[in-house]
């Protein structure tokens, strides 16, 4: 009896589309979900002769050809942990499973050594791109023992998004590497979309434009060396009509999250990175939750009085366009610093051209930025900051007055931009040779003889302050 090329449990919509895509490229998909119902409904809404039901683990997984290969598209934490267990009886030696939820790395690196100890094979494997991605090409960054994924890697090669006919998948390196890439992706999507709604709150509030009028300069911009998947999404979000109101307006103004970007976070406080504009877009969403209050505080909590812009119009927004396109420049680099960090830390051994390779497509952060990325890692995977090339130097020494001007008339009408604000407090501290770090010494030493380095001389002191 034929066997299939590999199983996918779970589907959900992530789960459905990616075993679509896989089916949509000529490979037969076993297909598992743990409510059978949801198995039934989706063959029924989506009927595909190389998708092959099951409603036993046994079953699903005897359908299998050898090693077997098995994706989990379940939800992270506890629920991969049961797939997991509910799978293992039924696996043999050197089968595969290939987890492509948006797991913690920290998890996927247990997971991998727990699996050995059995010897089951484990991928941990970033998937990027949302639903339309999974079903028509998603990015895709596998990490796990390098010869196992060359085992799999023609499926997901095939399934990948292109870019210029090349495939967004690569190694990314071993056991929680990939979700951890995929995790700083999460991370630098959040900087993305908080940097462009804060424009749009400025567009809104200080030019007052319409909706349609922010969209059009959106779309203009798109246009230029800001394009990018997300404002692509943004311009036709601001389009869309409910009756004769515009969704947008009728949308509350608290964001969620799912816990992705709260990790990288906790992640470059762990590896004692300055990852600012993540943290702050995270910190963003936390006070947007806070509705009721703000309303309150909004009543009590004075503005300053509204003052004209100072320049014309058509500048202003100019000057908008440079400063949203350095601080999405020094929200990479934020990101691409903690990846470098993160590589030497865990001895993944990291290549950024690669990894930049793979968010060319398919994922939520793709961008025309991306390809200058490629090209400064394509001949030095170990340059310590992005903006010290000489692409992004350029810019930056042009823009910065823009994002300063932008960001001080901003904070002037009484306008919340924490990001943008984030952005030139880090720029200027990274470019800052004698900062006020010596009086955090000092103070340290004064109250708890925490003692401190000199720069006239080697050695470590400790002064007795009050003598
Ligand atoms: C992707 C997305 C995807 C998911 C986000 C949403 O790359 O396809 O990042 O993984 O949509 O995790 O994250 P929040 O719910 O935290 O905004």
């Known amino acids: 009896m034929r066997k299939n090329d590999i199983g996918v449990i779970g589907l959900a919509v992530m789960g459905s589309n990616l075993a679509t895509n896989i089916a949509n490229h000529g490979y037969f998909v ?54 997991i267990q509910s799978i293992i009886p039924h696996l043999h030696s050197n089968d595969i499973i290939v987890d492509g939820g948006n797991s913690f790395y920290q998890d996927t690196i247990q997971r991998h050594q727990n699996l050995l100890k059995k010897k ?141 970007g709260i990790w990288t976070c906790q992640d470059a406080l762990n590896l004692h990175e300055s990852l600012t504009m993540i943290t702050s877009s995270v910190f963003s969403r936390f006070l947007s939750s806070l509705k009721s209050q703000r309303m309150l505080a909004s009543k009590i ?51 950024f051209y690669n990894i930049a390779k793979i968010f060319r497509s398919g994922c939520i952060i793709q961008a025309d930025i991306l390809n200058h990325i490629v090209k400064v890692y394509k001949y030095d995977n170990n340059i310590i900051n992005l903006l010290l090339s000489p692409y992004f130097q350029s810019i930056a020494n042009s823009y910065h007055i823009s994002l300063r001007s932008v960001i001080s008339y901003t904070i002037q009408q009484g306008i919340s931009i924490p990001t943008f604000s984030s952005a030139i407090s880090y720029y200027d501290g990274y470019r800052t040779a004698q900062s006020s770090a010596n009086l955090i010494q000092a103070q340290r030493d004064y109250f708890g003889s925490h003692t401190y380095k000199r720069c006239d001389k080697s050695g470590i002191y400790h002064t007795n302050w009050l003598q």
Request: hydrophobic content about 35%; some cysteine; glycine content about 6%.
């Open 30 to 83: 076993s297909v598992f979900n743990r409510t059978a119902q949801k198995t039934k409904d989706f063959l029924k809404n989506h009927p595909n002769k190389n998708i092959i039901p099951y409603f036993s683990i046994n079953d699903f997984v005897n359908s299998l050809s050898s090693p077997r290969c098995i994706i989990l598209m379940v939800q992270s934490g506890i629920a991969t942990d049961n797939t």
């Open 120 to 260: 089951i094979n484990f991928i941990g494997m970033g998937i990027s791109g949302g639903e339309y991605g999974a079903l028509t090409g998603p990015a895709i960054m596998p990490g796990g023992d390098k010869k196992i994924y060359d085992i799999i890697s023609p499926i997901f090669t095939s399934i990948a998004a292109k870019y210029n006919d090349e495939s967004c998948i690569n190694y990314i390196g071993p056991d929680g590497s990939g979700h951890y890439v995929k995790m700083v992706h999460n991370g630098i999507e959040y900087a993305d979309m908080q940097i462009i709604a804060e424009t749009y709150t400025i567009l809104k509030n200080i030019l007052f434009l319409s909706n349609q009028e922010i969209s059009e300069i959106f779309n203009t911009w798109n246009q230029g060396e800001l394009k990018s998947y997300l404002l692509d999404i943004t311009k036709n979000i601001l389009l869309k009509k409910e009756g004769k109101y515009d969704l947008i307006d009728l949308i509350l103004d608290e964001a969620c999250s799912k816990g992705t």
């Open 301 to 351: 909590l004075s503005s300053p009085k509204i003052i004209p812009v100072l320049c014309n119009q058509v500048e202003f927004i100019e000057q908008l366009r440079q400063a949203l396109y350095l601080s999405k420049i020094i929200s990479y680099a934020q990101g691409f610093s903690q990846l470098s960090i993160a590589s030497k830390k865990y001895n993944w051994n990291l290549k």
